[in-house]
């Protein structure tokens, strides 16, 4: 398509193809004004409008009708029009909503971070450091679920959860059987197989990646180690069942952990498959391309993180 | 008397079977349009009725009807949301079980106009008495000619089938409903894409509540000019008024929009009055989702006016002073009522009934309820009160579906004209617990401005 | 206490649920599913893993697609329940003439708690919301087919409880 729409968002003028969503051209602008998105996953498909985080206000809905929106709208699953207006750190209402969005989706979240693997890497942390309230307001007992194993690698901490269901559409789109799902409903929703049941096929670590905070971890990475303590390195191999495009996390030389590579959202660049993401854990399986680049912000490149210098040694002649 | 269209024949005997129904004059609608009519001259008719969504809502269904994608070679449907869980509303309930009938003709009628070859009424799975009602009417006309193939020998076919639903305020909301007649939880689906777009399967489909497709009927046999004749304003037409709560005549009553809400309580043609000599002290004019208001301004706007039973009247005055016509569930509570107890009792329904899909509403609705309930057991506090505000404000307009809209208002509301009684809760927690507020002011006569230009200003 | 019965659709229910399916567009057969675990609940009592998975099975569905649906509908009991499952509106409306005290009331008399099943495995009572009856309140239904008795006190009340009692079956 040649046409493409003009669209403002917080003052910055950009031209995209129709079909884009408002969150999608702020982040082809980039920086502060991209909306946080817990639920929205490009990769994966309806996707988006549940956690309310990126609600933005449309000022102006199009050049043909310039109406405002009457309310604030989902930016992750509302598309551009023409000479749209849009607002999201430059209006104080979306601040505000937002602020209120955060709060809620915290009150019942443990806020055990200390013990939590996904520390570092958790976007819910990211969200209520940028946007939250230094204290809650809630005084009541916060929701508990007991901790299960879903299968022998994956760990399910439903405590933590925000039903973003990005693991859901996960398991529905990527893997070829869907065991788990939301079960019950309103507050007492939670993510479930319902009766003991192994999430197990070639695929489903890929839930792990997606998840945005610790609800669903790598259970042979649990406890290893700090996230902000390990090297983050980009690698591949051949695998007739995924790319075999992966980051490798290094503690000394051993590598601890294997995940898909991640972008600036958090979103994988290929699902990977679960042998190269659980049984391929030595250096000599992997051919090392280079540092996983890491936003200089992130926790992960705060320990002295130095790109040049601090490639594994890789020897395969000893391996 | 006001003019019945709906309930014309409910005292006739025997009204819920075929044959007297028939004699009644039933399916003579079926027979005009379907002889006389195209499907754009039955939209034509509706539209100019005026008639308004009769679940709540109040978008005009002409309109809404002409929406609907027409794509080559892909089905329409038509859904009737029969899923009538809106506290204080049971008109639906009412006309289901008396006259069932009236509604499969509608359902004929607006079929056609819509070009859809089959159609669905979704039925609350509680009423599963209404389900064998309306599955046996549909088996009567059905064997009489009027649904099945080339009916009337019209070249038009229709099926009409009931799906039950399983227990889930929320599938009165259209997407839910649609989510749910696919088998699936019942999550409303983000919009756009609206239904008259993709609906059921994807395909184009309008879904209407049972009052509104019951008139068309009448309003194709006697013209859309005639409709819109009766009422007031833009308020047109006759509706089911569901009356409960403290009054002598609880009941489902058909009125002409523009009654005066005073008539309608007070009158023996109606609700006949405050039960055991009580006096009025509240009204939630139109389903548990409208605000509340206090007896003085539901019986007259802010300028003095007389408030009546109309989409605008009853609306006068904004979220301020005004409430919505709604679904038309009037509740009416007297002296004895609490109101604090009242508005936990309706947060702890939307806590329950909220899908969970959308963060504000799945965590916002349990948090009011919990603070409500402190509140209401003598335990609460005064920051309390601000905070309940300031929830509710975070609810409201930022979910995905308006059940969060609906879980905000009754709590503001009650905050925004009952504030003292909620303060008293506070204050003297024992004596709360023990007793009640009373009427307090709320009866009292409102001062009337001098001149609207002050409220201008 | 309920019969233990087998778990397996006769042949007479899987009529039932083929006529149901042809309700639906070919590949629709989902949507059936509401519809089915009715059949199955009133049926079998309540709606065990073993039920759900049987309703999957016929409906060519997964097991985790019943489980999510049936725990998101509240007429739907995932756990035993007793033989007459009394659910007592105890919204708003229902309220303001008296239905708390009605709970209260079978509560007391079958020394139960809202939401508990009666020693004997007659009764369980359920407070649920707003049945769309509040002209009659106070309001109780019993299913399967969902009977409504309308106008409650704690007269008709004892009266119900000793005709279900006396119920054959």
Not at chain 2, 243 to 266: H, R, T
Not at chain 2, 308 to 319: I, K, N, T
């Amino acid at each position: 398509m040649s046409e493409k729409f003009k669209v403002t968002i917080d003052n910055i003028v950009i031209e995209v193809d129709p079909g884009t969503t408002i969150l999608n051209a702020a982040r082809m602008i980039g920086g502060d004004i991209v909306p946080p998105a817990m639920c929205y996953y490009t990769k994966l498909q309806g996707s988006g409008g549940k956690c309310r985080t990126c609600l933005v206000k449309v000022s102006q809905g199009s050049e043909k009708d310039p109406r405002p929106m009457p309310k604030l709208v989902a930016s992750c699953r509302t598309t551009v029009m023409d000479g749209m207006v849009v607002q999201n750190i430059t209006s104080p209402e979306v601040i505000e909503a937002r602020k209120g969005v955060v709060e809620i989706l915290l009150i019942n979240h443990p806020l055990d971070c200390p013990v939590c693997d996904q520390a570092g890497e958790c976007h819910l942390q990211d969200l209520s450091f940028e946007h939250g309230a230094e204290q809650t307001r809630y005084e009541f007992k916060r929701r508990t679920f007991e901790r299960i194993d879903i299968g022998d690698k994956i760990q399910l901490h439903m405590n933590r959860c925000i039903l973003c269901y990005r693991c859901v559409f996960t398991a529905d789109q990527i893997t070829n059987e869907r065991v788990h799902g939301v079960l019950n409903r309103g507050d007492a929703s939670e993510i479930s197989t319902y009766i003991t049941k192994a999430v197990d096929n070639d695929f489903s670590g890929n839930m792990i990646d997606v998840c945005p905070v610790g609800a669903l971890t790598d259970k042979t990475f649990r406890f290893k180690n700090r996230v902000w303590f390990t090297k983050p390195v980009d690698a591949h191999c051949e695998c007739d069942k995924c790319s075999g495009k992966v980051t490798l996390w290094y503690k000394g030389e051993d590598v601890i952990r294997v995940t898909g590579r991640k972008d600036q959202y958090g979103e994988v660049q290929d699902f990977i498959c679960n042998t190269c993401r659980f049984d391929k854990k030595k250096t000599s399986d992997w051919t090392i391309e280079k540092p996983t680049e890491i936003d200089p912000r992130s926790v992960i490149s705060a320990n002295h993180y130095e790109m040049e210098h601090m490639l594994p040694v890789i020897d395969k002649k000893i391996m | 008397m006001a003019q019945k269209i709906l309930l014309k024949d409910i005292d006739v005997p025997g009204i819920e079977t075929f044959d007297v129904f028939r004699k009644q004059g039933g399916y003579s609608a079926v027979e005009k349009v379907l002889k006389t009519m195209s499907p754009e001259d039955v939209v034509e008719e509706v539209k100019k009725s005026g008639l308004r969504g009769r679940g709540g809502a109040g978008f005009p269904t002409g309109m809404k009807w002409s929406f609907l994608a027409k794509p080559e070679g892909v089905p329409r449907y038509l859904v009737c949301n029969a899923d009538e869980s809106e506290p204080g509303t049971f008109k639906d309930r009412y006309l289901m079980t008396k006259l069932p009938h009236v509604l499969i003709e509608g359902m004929i009628v607006a079929s056609y106009a819509l070009g859809a070859n089959t159609s669905y009424i979704y039925v609350r799975g509680e009423m599963m008495p209404q389900i064998r009602i309306l599955e046996k009417a549909i088996a009567e006309a059905k064997a009489a000619g009027f649904l099945g193939e080339n009916i009337l020998g019209s070249g038009y076919d229709l099926e009409i089938y009931v799906q039950p639903g399983g227990g889930a305020y929320i599938c009165g909301e259209e997407t839910a409903l649609l989510e749910s007649l696919e088998g699936k939880r019942g999550n409303p689906r983000i919009k756009p894409p609206f239904p008259a777009i993709a609906g059921l399967y994807g395909c184009p489909t309008v879904v209407n509540n049972v009052e509104s497709i019951a008139a068309t009927s009448w309003i194709v046999l006697n013209g859309g000019d005639e409709y819109a004749k009766i009422g007031i304003g833009r308020s047109t037409g006759t509706k089911l008024i569901s009356a409960s709560g403290n009054i002598n005549k609880p009941g489902v009553y058909e009125i002409e929009l523009g009654l005066p809400v005073e008539e309608f309580i007070y009158s023996d043609e109606y609700c006949g009055g405050i039960a055991n000599g009580k006096r009025l002290k509240a009204v939630v004019a139109g389903g548990s989702s409208v605000p509340i208001l206090p007896a003085n301004l539901i019986l007259r706007t802010v300028n003095g006016e007389p408030r009546l039973m109309s989409y605008e009247s009853l609306a006068d005055g904004g979220f301020a002073s005004g409430t919505m016509l709604g679904s038309g569930g009037f509740i009416v509570m007297d002296e004895d009522a609490c109101i604090v107890r009242n508005t936990w009792n309706f947060s702890r329904f939307y806590h329950h009934e909220s899908c969970g899909q959308c963060s504000p509403c799945r965590e916002g609705t349990g948090w009011m309820e919990k603070i409500l309930h402190r509140i209401e057991y003598g335990h609460g506090k005064m920051s309390d009160i601000d905070l309940l505000w300031d929830v509710q404000r975070k609810i409201e307009g930022n979910t995905i579906c308006p059940l969060g809209d609906a879980a905000a208002w009754p709590v503001a509301s009650a905050i925004r004209h009952f504030r003292d009684e909620f303060e008293w809760h506070v204050n003297e927690p024992k004596a709360a617990m023990e007793g009640n507020y009373g009427l307090a002011h709320y009866a009292d006569p409102l001062p009337v401005p001098a001149a609207p230009s002050e409220l201008v200003k | 206490m309920l019969a233990v019965k087998e778990i397996k659709f006769s042949e007479e229910m899987l009529k039932q649920v083929d006529e149901i399916i042809k309700r639906y567009p070919e590949g629709k057969e989902k949507s059936a599913l509401l519809p089915v675990l009715h059949l199955a609940q009133a049926e079998f009592g309540w709606c065990s893993t073993e039920v759900m998975d049987q309703v999957a099975s016929v409906l060519n569905i997964k097991p985790i697609e019943v489980y999510e649906v049936a725990t998101f509908y509240t007429m739907f009991h995932v756990k035993p329940v007793g033989k007459y499952v009394l659910e007592v509106c105890r919204t708003g409306p229902c309220c303001l003439v008296g239905a708390e005290k009605i709970i209260k009331y079978l509560e007391d008399k079958l020394e139960i708690k809202e939401g508990e099943t009666s020693a004997d495995g007659l009764f369980t009572v359920k407070g649920v919301e707003c049945l769309a009856a509040c002209g009659t309140g106070p309001v109780l239904q019993i299913g399967p087919e969902y009977t409504f008795y309308e106008h409650l006190t704690t007269d008709s009340v004892d009266q119900l409880l000793e005709d279900l009692k006396g119920r054959k079956q």
